[in-house]
């Protein structure tokens, strides 16, 4: 059973920075493309950023220059750095992951597993 466990998310002044982790209980996390989606109150969830195994990422243009996602396959982590934040930002953000033996992240598929969320709430 795979499991994604988000944290760091928090309160934070507008322009501040956060970091917010997901930790992966997978066997083989290298064959998991991993990504970030955002749900904003009264909003329909949107996609924020993704990285395959290797070091392609993908950005929503909405976090592009502010945003970066990275992971360490040795601990099964992905991470969400988030700079010159936005009260706009506030939403609850999920892990997500997406299988495929080569590790690839291919956009056009669902991801295949959900993490809780962790809440970023931004304050102007």
């Known amino acids: 059973q795979v499991q994604l466990v988000e944290s760091g998310g928090g309160l934070v002044q507008a322009g501040g920075s956060l970091r917010v982790s997901c930790a992966a209980s997978?066997?083989?996390?290298?064959?998991?493309?991993m990504g970030w989606f955002r749900q904003a109150p009264g909003k329909e969830r949107e996609f924020v950023a993704a990285?395959?195994?290797?070091?392609?990422?993908y950005y929503e243009d909405f976090v592009k220059g502010r945003f970066t996602i990275s992971r360490d396959n040795a601990k099964n982590t992905v991470y969400l750095q988030m700079n010159s934040l936005k009260p706009e930002d506030t939403a609850v953000y999920y892990c997500?992951?997406?299988?495929?033996?080569?590790?690839?992240?291919?956009?056009?598929?669902?991801?295949?597993?959900w993490g809780k969320g962790t809440l970023v709430t931004v304050s102007s």
């Open positions: 997978v066997r083989t996390f290298s064959n998991y493309a």
């Open positions: 997500a992951a997406q299988w495929h033996p080569s590790g690839l992240y291919y956009a056009g598929r669902p991801m295949d597993y």
């Open positions: 990285i395959g195994s290797g070091v392609t990422t």
